[in-house]
């Protein structure tokens, strides 16, 4: 890999990589520099939106000594109300101090916990997924001034994958009073609610991996954890209190040509690792990413479905006798399952024969993944809306390239087929097989 | 052109027209069929929400015998308001009549001659680009079983443009009550409002030119008129009362690379048109444009912008005498306006060498074109959500292909250069001076 300057624009983006790690432990050093000049009775920063996808990651830099005796005086004195709203340590900073005194363990407050799971998962799906290819994922760790920040992880132009990213993120954000009542209205059980400020966590992990080969499925996978705690009741930050939180996540794939044998295997290896929590989950989930991943103004779904769910919380868990501890397994479930989920298929398909016509079938079908994620994502949109969020993270699940062919004769929206069925060779029944998949979402297992 | 069946995928949009064309007819002559054994006691048939961009247009199939009667009901009786909303005739109805009783002349109805002006303009267009190119557009008209239609001139693959569309179409439709609600709220001089349905008319032209040089520039024009009329006073179908009505529209540019002839060139074509009418409207059209156009969230443009005008209506125009004649004069200019404005840059450009690095960079900002339509275009997202919709004529305006890549060391948002000024090469330079037009809209004139 060059890494002269400057020199073409062939792979640009391989460059900027190395530039956006030096930015970012530039503006991460800078942070540190300047906060440890913070006193404990300046107001806590105003924060970000909350991003349903797209969680940036807020490395508070806080001197240590500071921020202890902050968490001292939390920790002392159990009646927090009383304490002003100004002297209150944000959930980041008490995150920070935490993380830096003990190891993350079942008593570790959930955010911790879903911090670690993250981003070991993300570790070891991007170890798996460098062995198949042969190349090396950049990672991008990257912070923003208005606090927050991930790592990307990006393999482009590979030998096996034309484009594929799995990224965390975590984000220590402020809720507005709009957004705290929507919130409210979505979920009954809200509690706190009755503030013009909530702090909140979200933390998450998305990849999209979209394989060269046309035979190869695309993947998607999300698995994300959400937080708020009043900030006049900061025992609540270190995990004590009730809180609000939820999880969401799941995992689809889409084919651009139907292997009802890939199907089957991930299909079937999404319902396993659901049995093992509830013989519902995956009945539940399977038709939530049916509903979820459809392009309604095409008629068709993303791809053949997976799982999806959202706003879990502890009224989704009532047999558990720790409904988050419940959900959190389920989501750890979740992210174990996907290698073997979709190794096994990208092995197999990754070096098929494919013609021209095929690739540019894959094309269009990519085209179609775009037209998803641009016009109904939630995540993506919500992302994009989101002031300061981090834009090439989010669209980072667009494919390289993509296709769109005015009323094309098989995959046209309102255009009738031009031929008669038995007129077709072998290479459009494959088309209209997938097609057919699209339009009908199937049962797998 | 092969037009033998079922046999290849390469072309396959060609070959679909070719259904496209034989399903209209075959719908069309079904509608009439159908449509003759209606009474005038049946209700109106529903008709679909109003499409901002999208108009399709209804070919509204009702015996001529039928009709005529009705028609001679409304000239006879003044009181209109006193026929039952049932026996009203459509806005579709009245106007098929007229149109077969007497030619187009400014004494005509609006809807007319919006009809007409842009059809007219659609020819003239599709023959001036077919002589650029050499290859022949396809014609594609179509009709919809809701009702409507239109016609859809495209050319793929050509010589000069990779993919080039010049659509017309013409929507008779029905207001509900929540769009009427909403209209009123947008418009202070809605009259005719307090009813729970409205008939209305679209007329409209759109074209979006790419051609496959990435030295020379994509285009976009639009004009249209929208106009209701309330079903309990039929005169006003006739053109003879107040109505609601507004026109919107414009043109801009959006090159991969900058040549700043080429933009002073348009804007000074622009300008010339806007100022026979009003000495205002370039300045303001130019700003509204600068405003619409814009990526918020990658900080950019899609181009370096034209005019853009919406909902202008008899206060729009408060020094004409007729301020509606003067308007559809001004989107007349416009319309005549366009290929002066477009082929001189096309001739100049159309065959200029360039690199595969240089073509890599209009995929590029392809991908943008991809993010602006999909995202923020008002036109293409109304349009997607409207039920029964021309979903092809609506995404026809997507390029033929698109590239997103991860953080592009040149065009990535929140990544910053990865290279000093000073290093940079004559290449990277002209993609740099491109973002910059981008970022902060010029005058050109």
Known sequence: ?????????????????QHCRCASRTSVQQRWLSASSKTPSEPPRPQEAPAQKNYAYAQVAIGIAVLGALTYNFLRDPIQAEIPVQNAATLAEVDEVTKKRTPISRHSPMRLRMEKLVQEHQNKIVFALEQIDGKKFIKDEWSRKQGGGGISCVLQDGNVFEKAGVNTSIVYGELSRPAIEK????????????????????????????????????????????????PRDPVNAT??????????GGADLTPSYLFEDDAKHFHKTLKNFCDKHDKDYYRLYKNWADKYFRIPHRNESRGIGGIFFDDLDANSAPSAKNPQEELFQFCASGLESFLPSYLPIIKKRKDMPFTPQQKEWQQLRRGRYVEF???????????????????ESILMSLPLTARWEYAHAIAGTGVEPIVDEDELDATHQKERELLEVLRTPREWV
Chains 1, 2 share one sequence.
């Not at 995990?239 to 939820?246: L, M």
């Not at 994620?373 to 834009?391: I, M, Q």
């Open 183 to 230: 919130m409210r209205a979505d979920h009954k059980s809200f509690v706190g609610a009755d503030v013009d400020k909530l702090n909140f966590f979200a933390a998450g992990i998305s990849l999209v991996i979209h394989p060269s080969n046309p035979m190869a499925p695309t993947v998607h996978l999300n698995y994300r954890y959400f937080e708020t705690s009043d």
């Open 239 to 248: 995990g004590q209190a009730k809180q609000n939180w939820w999880f969401g």
């Open 1 to 17: 890999m060059s890494l002269k300057r400057g020199a073409t624009l062939v792979a640009p983006a391989i460059r900027s990589f």
């Open 373 to 391: 994620n641009l016009c109904y994502d939630r995540g993506t949109s919500f992302g994009l809306r989101t002031p300061g969020a981090r834009v």
